[in-house]
């Protein structure tokens, strides 16, 4: 089994009310990799990045199984940067700065080796991006999982249509699902998005956890409640990562499994939100992971014996 | 078993983006007792209302096992009265009238009957009357619920404060929690106020769920996804009723089964939102509730089977 993961590699500088960073790693495809190269090897990347990505990042990424073939290194460029603060809630964000740089003309070409791969974790970017990738499979992928963001729905709509067309699983926050469906009640949009083209959605609610929905069935995976949420940057690419690291390990595919797969996925989210960027994620054990899925079971685990 | 519950038994006005009621009835005491009622027999209510209370109500209430001894009826005047508005996120409301009328001199008085009774859920009133219940006790209950409000913080916390040393547990929802303790993490939160008094703390997120912490111990219930919310109103009451009413009925106070006392309450706050008031709950059967706490089972069950 193998993943592929499409998505940006790129600097970010966060403030929190706990802290500041000028330059820390980031990106989509950065947080999917260091998250699911815990369930899966190897993880093949494509993205691009400027001269200024650190060479000591790819060889971190590379030795837990990263694959690079498919990340284009653009002399002379500068990466992706993003430059956000939250508020104290944590929950919002302003946008301070976003230079694109070598991510304005992101055409991504997938090498040979990764055009049958079965699991395809489309990270969010341009819908027409996202397409291009979809286009150069040779063979179907088993699920393809997508994540987008508001800003796709308001300025490419009708592509992000089309690439919803193709996908199995859709990935959003509780706004974007209202935006996309034009419904409030979430299990209303549920239903619209469904229609749509992806068999399963997942709503993330941030610190009021997700949901998955597929056919008539829902399932809840709640947030852990944490003493600090220290910054939120990545937490839900890393939750992506988790959740398509655990299906495409398993190689299981059933609503069942997904269960478990958004609370993996959750699991790996709260760890990232513990410090700025992914630096906790780079210092996980696997019994760390255990013992952090125990604490879900923990947390929602009750007894039905009623009388 | 018996359980005495105290609180408001009113008239509401409501206003919801789905329609309006003049005069419904309502109250804390109300909801607690057509929720409770479905779990244990009988319920001791202490409450005062005007004469112009229904005379139907009481009977079906009594009908259900409810016992009227403590309800004082004041000749010549009125029940308490409340109107409010939700907005469209149903999350938010503005209180439009607040007429005490009969509860601006509460002065609660418990038959003698009712002052060994085991299980008491003191319904959110001025924290000088719940203690009043309290003291008219000739034995300690075996379980203390106290329901409070962000007003009785603002205008009385000392009264709150005594209170909340005498209780097992507290019942408020999220803001009123870091209103009360002074955190913003409701981790955090739940730690300051457990060094209150109550050993066990209730945080209520409305449609995101609620949590229950004991000592070191999370628990988290999800609130079910609806695909439409007629009318908050009596939710949190509701939700009371039915952790109160199974934790009474199952006579054990352990951290185990009030989880499933916690998704009790969670399945029937479920049911009170569907229609205006508590119409929904009087015509629930017993196998409406057992199937919706099965909903619940499915919403959070998931296999931990790893790898």
Chains 1, 2 share one sequence.
Not at 50 to 69: N, Q, Y
Not at 91 to 119: I, Q
Not at 250 to 268: L, W
């Amino acid at each position: 089994m193998s993943l592929l993961a499409v998505g940006s590699m790129a600097f970010d500088a966060i403030e929190t009310p706990f802290g500041k960073v000028n330059k820390i790693v980031g990106g989509s495809a950065t947080y999917v990799a260091y998250t699911a190269s815990n369930f899966i090897k190897p993880i093949q990347l494509v993205s691009v990045v400027g001269e200024d990505f650190p060479k000591e990042t790819v060889a971190d990424l590379e030795s837990r199984g990263a694959d690079f073939a498919g990340v284009e290194r653009i002399a002379g460029k500068k990466s992706f940067f993003w430059s956000g603060k939250y508020h104290l809630d944590m929950n919002t964000r302003d946008t301070l700065v976003t230079d694109l740089n070598v991510l304005a003309d992101f055409d991504p070409k997938l090498p040979e080796a990764y055009r049958e791969t079965e699991y395809l974790m489309l990270g969010n970017l341009d819908p027409a991006v996202q397409l291009k990738v979809i286009e150069q499979m040779t063979r179907r992928p088993k699920f393809i999982v997508l994540d987008t963001m508001n800003f796709w729905m308001d300025i490419a709509l009708p592509g992000l249509q089309e690439v919803l067309k193709k996908v199995d699983a859709l990935m959003v926050n509780d706004s974007e699902a209202r935006q996309l469906s034009g419904q409030y009640s979430l299990v209303k949009a549920a239903k619209a998005i469904m229609k749509m083209g992806p068999r399963f959605l997942i709503i993330k609610k941030g610190e009021h956890g997700a949901l998955l929905f597929h056919e008539d069935k829902v399932f809840f995976a709640p947030a852990l409640p944490l003493e600090e949420v220290f910054d939120p940057t990545g937490a839900g690419d890393t939750f992506a990562g988790g959740f398509i690291g655990h299906i495409a390990h398993t190689h299981d595919i059933s609503f069942e499994n997904m269960k478990t797969a958004i609370i993996v996925g959750s699991a790996m989210a709260s760890f990232c939100v513990e410090k700025f960027g992914p630096e906790k994620l780079k210092m996980l054990t696997r019994y760390d992971i255990d013992m952090r899925i125990q604490d879900f079971v923990n947390l929602v685990n009750f007894d039905i014996q009623l009388v």
